[in-house]
């Protein structure tokens, strides 16, 4: 950059030496302003960049991470129940399967030794949550390695273990400690991604908005403790290649904790062979413990603590657990996701257990289980009912359970196309309808845009400047800024797919690379629209009267005033991205939380941008032209007359003949700063959501208000929360909604239909699937 001035000082200084005296003198006073401005500017950039630019103590952050996670995780347990009276017991011991490593390697002694010291991996838990918690930390800190593998059927608790032992662990730990941090695998890749890189990207989504620099350096320092809750959640290829990558990434002394089912983790080890014909590929160091099945008389207690329904008798259930173990329904009943849910929809529900007992009707334990599935949503939105056991009347605002069980149904469809276990709301309008959508989208912009600009030309008397014949002046430069501003509102809506949501930010520090990142979007969206203007306009010129020396003058002075209205829209856009600012504390990420931050960020960014931009609007028209007159002037030989001031008051005169000058400014600086406000808030997640959640409502496929319903889902104990999405509460019920008879399936590969007219999809209605 300092060559290129160098240079272009060089040739100036000898331009001037070519030049007359007079002339000279006019253009080495615009340049010592110019060098001046920016000598301000480099200074003020230089500040800003310095400001507040190094991050607190790595110990600080960790000890900030971990009251956020605890604070996350405390609500999550309240959520799920795990607080009330009457949790059912978990037990878990050293598993028998050849999973593990040899005893000395996890005991930490060399090969060989005469003496190997066992560990004492038994465990129980039941009681108050707090005690369970602090006795599986410390349980869990006797390993020397710290590393534990947790296997258990589906529903067996091992989630609920990792839960309570990040809770007991940050509850026991002492400042600078590492912070347990539970993270979901099913979005990592193991064979593309490292496994740093993904707890570095998983953690940044998590608690401080996608932004990477804090967790990276925690992961750095040995401050973060991974529990990796669902090692089955990767892709049945990549399992192998996923233990593989945690065994090289922890290395020798990193601890880590992995959470996976019983069957899925012993094909991984084994590699689908028995030993020991299998060449086994352990978890280095880590003992592996198994949660084992609650046994009847526990089930038993658990179902016997509720009050049921008139004629919802279990005595026969009962009866039939504590003499048969290998049935149907006692294998079913053998874990606690299956026991809490028998319970909710026979207390809500009522009916006969007895049915359970029908061994014709439920031949096998998944028969069972996809029966009380099935009854989950009706269960979950049933009325609530009275002691005397009339129907409470439901809520204004409950749906009911046809729409409830349509609306999971098209959420579940769509993480299923898109194979994540996780709904980020965020993450919806860039998923939801085809690639044609946008371009429409884009169109029904323009033409409202074109409309009301070519009305308010027409109706302000604009003289006819555009000299193309048979068309009127107001009707070209209508049509120039509708197309202009469909351009851009399809490029904004393609930038801001992967946006994530942020938050409302006044700091000085990374104001520099805030300023410029915003900057740099707004030359990019004006950039194309810009070009082709001017790009059009030279061939508008070509095809009418050609160039003379007054349509070359007016080229230029449209060429002046497009760049700077480019470079006033980018600072619009500099100051919208100044205010989200990176987080350096972390943040518990609430599904309605982040929705409400995006919302208010995006206002105040839009409003921000939109008033700065309408203030600068007509000061950079002028400044334009004034630059275009005294081009113009030098390069024919400005003899110093008319005078700058002269200039400027011609200038200010754009409109000979309209209508008054004050309504012209204040209408052009109006549409400038709305249509920049409209820009800087659009490419953010909450309009984007806003605009597609309607659309998907006015199908069916979604409730007016999706975030109430879905929050409402989590109370009902059908969704659970974490890190700023929903999940289901019971995974298998998002196959059990995804073969729901209410929207038949369609063939793989077809989960849009494609339409001839692909803009359509916006307005027909279509099946609520």
């Given at each position: 950059m300092l060559v290129v001035l160098t240079l272009a000082l060089v040739v100036f200084a000898l331009w001037m030496s070519l030049d007359d005296l007079a002339t000279a003198s006019a253009w080495a006073g615009v340049l010592g302003l110019f060098l001046t401005v920016v000598g301000i500017i480099v200074t003020l950039a230089d500040s800003l960049g310095t400001v507040g630019s190094a991050l607190p103590a790595p110990d600080q952050l960790a000890d900030d991470l971990a009251r956020t996670v605890q604070n996350s995780w405390r609500e999550e347990a309240v959520a799920r129940g795990l607080r009330r009276a009457g949790v059912l017991p978990l037990a878990w011991a050293a598993t028998r399967r050849a999973v593990s490593d040899a005893p000395h390697n996890?005991?930490?002694?060399?090969?060989?030794?005469?003496?190997?010291?066992?560990?004492?991996?038994?465990?129980?838990?039941?009681?108050a949550l707090d005690a369970g918690a602090g006795a599986l930390a410390r349980a869990y800190r006797q390993v020397p390695s710290g590393r534990l593998?947790?296997?258990?059927?589906?529903?067996?608790?091992?989630?609920?273990?990792?839960?309570?032992?990040?809770?007991?662990?940050?509850?026991?730990?002492?400042?600078?400690?590492?912070?347990?941090?539970?993270?979901?695998?099913?979005?990592?890749?193991?064979?593309?991604?490292?496994?740093?890189?993904?707890?570095?990207?998983?953690?940044?989504?998590?608690?401080?908005?996608?932004?990477?620099?804090?967790?990276?350096?925690?992961?750095?320092?040995?401050?973060?403790?991974?529990?990796?809750?669902?090692?089955?959640?990767?892709?049945?290829?990549?399992?192998r290649s996923a233990v593989k990558a945690i065994d090289h990434a922890v290395g020798q002394d990193r601890p880590v904790v992995v959470?996976?089912?019983?069957?899925?983790?012993?094909?991984?080890?084994?590699?689908?062979?028995?030993?020991?014909?299998?060449?086994?590929?352990?978890?280095?160091?880590a003992p592996v413990v198994e949660v084992a099945r609650i046994p009847a008389e526990a089930a038993i207690a658990y179902l016997s603590d509720v009050y049921w329904p008139p004629g919802t008798d279990w005595s026969s259930v009962y009866a039939h657990l504590r003499t048969v173990s290998d049935s149907p329904v006692a294998t079913a009943l053998a874990t606690p996701l299956m026991i809490s849910l028998a319970r909710v929809v026979y207390e809500r529900l009522g009916g006969d257990p007895s049915e359970l007992l029908n061994q014709s009707a439920f031949r096998s334990r998944h028969a069972v289980e996809d029966h009380l599935l099935g009854q989950l949503v009706r269960a979950a939105y049933a009325p609530d009912r009275l002691p005397s056991g009339s129907p409470v009347a439901p809520t204004r605002h409950a749906p009911d359970t046809v729409d409830a069980l349509r609306w999971l149904t098209f959420l579940a469809r769509h993480l299923h196309r898109w194979r994540e276990r996780d709904f980020a709301w965020w993450l919806l309008p860039g998923r939801a309808f085809s690639t044609w959508t946008v371009p429409a989208l884009g169109l029904a912009v323009a033409v409202p845009v074109m409309t009301v600009v070519t009305a308010w030309l027409l109706w302000a008397g604009f003289p006819d400047t555009t000299n193309l014949p048979g068309?009127?002046?107001?009707?070209?430069?209508?049509?120039?800024?509708?197309?202009?501003?469909?351009?851009?509102?399809?490029?904004?809506?393609?930038?801001?797919?992967?946006?994530?949501?942020?938050?409302?930010?006044?700091?000085?520090?990374?104001?520099?690379?805030?300023?410029?990142?915003?900057?740099?979007?707004?030359?990019?969206?004006?950039?194309?629209?810009?070009?082709?203007?001017?790009?059009?306009?030279?061939?508008?010129?070509?095809?009418?009267?050609?160039?003379?020396?007054?349509?070359?003058?007016?080229?230029?002075?449209v060429v002046a005033v497009g760049a700077m209205l480019s470079l006033t829209v980018s600072s619009g856009f500099a100051v919208q991205s100044w205010l989200d600012a990176a987080p350096v504390r972390s943040a518990h990420a609430d599904p309605v939380a982040l929705l409400r931050e995006d919302r208010r960020a995006a206002l105040v960014g839009a409003l921000a941008a939109g008033v700065i931009t309408a203030l600068l609007a007509?000061?950079?028209?002028?400044?334009?032209?004034?630059?275009?007159?005294?081009?113009?002037?030098?390069?024919?030989?400005?003899?110093?007359?008319?005078?700058?001031?002269?200039?400027?008051?011609?200038?200010?005169?754009?409109?000979?003949?309209s209508r008054p000058a004050e309504l012209t400014v204040a209408t052009i600086a109006g549409l400038?700063?709305?249509?920049?406000?409209?820009?800087?808030?659009?490419?953010?997640?909450?309009?984007?959501?806003?605009l597609t959640t309607l659309i998907l409502a006015v199908r069916g496929q979604l409730p007016w208000r999706p975030m109430r319903f879905l929050a409402d889902a989590r109370v009902r104990e059908i969704l659970r929360q974490s890190g700023g999405r929903f999940s289901s509460a019971m995974p298998a019920c998002k196959n059990g909604w995804l073969s729901s008879r209410t929207c038949p399936a369609r063939p793989e590969g077809h989960a849009m239909p494609r339409s001839r007219w692909p803009w359509l999809p916006y307005w027909r209605w279509q099946s609520p699937c």
């Open positions: 996890i005991a930490g002694q060399p090969p060989g030794s005469p003496l190997v010291l066992r560990l004492r991996l038994d465990g129980r838990l039941s009681g593998v947790v296997l258990g059927e589906p529903g067996a608790g091992k989630t609920v273990l990792a839960l309570l032992l990040a809770l007991g662990l940050l509850d026991a730990r002492g400042p600078g400690e590492p912070v347990p941090v539970l993270l979901a695998p099913s979005g990592w890749d193991p064979v593309s991604e490292p496994l740093d890189d993904w707890i570095v990207r998983t953690v940044a989504a998590l608690y401080y908005r996608g932004q990477r620099e804090v967790p990276q350096l925690l992961l750095a320092q040995g401050l973060l403790l991974p529990i990796v809750d669902g090692l089955d959640e990767i892709s049945e290829v990549a399992r959470t996976c089912r019983s069957a899925e983790y012993e094909d991984v080890i084994t590699a689908g062979s028995p030993p020991p014909a299998a060449e086994l590929h352990t978890l280095r160091r068309v009127p002046g107001p009707v070209t430069i209508g049509a120039f800024v509708g197309a202009g501003t469909g351009v851009v509102v399809t490029i904004t809506w393609y930038a801001g797919a992967a946006r994530r949501p942020g938050r409302l930010a006044f700091t000085l520090r990374g104001s520099q690379s805030r300023l410029r990142r915003g900057l740099s979007y707004g030359l990019m969206v004006t950039g194309l629209p810009g070009v082709t203007g001017v790009v059009a306009a030279a061939i508008g010129i070509s095809v009418g009267d050609g160039w003379s020396y007054a349509s070359t003058r007016r080229y230029c002075a007509f000061p950079t028209v002028i400044a334009g032209l004034v630059m275009s007159y005294l081009a113009d002037a030098a390069l024919t030989g400005w003899s110093g007359e008319p005078s700058v001031s002269q200039l400027i008051s011609y200038a200010l005169d754009i409109v000979p003949g400038v700063g709305s249509a920049v406000a409209l820009l800087t808030c659009l490419p953010r997640p909450w309009p984007r959501f806003a």
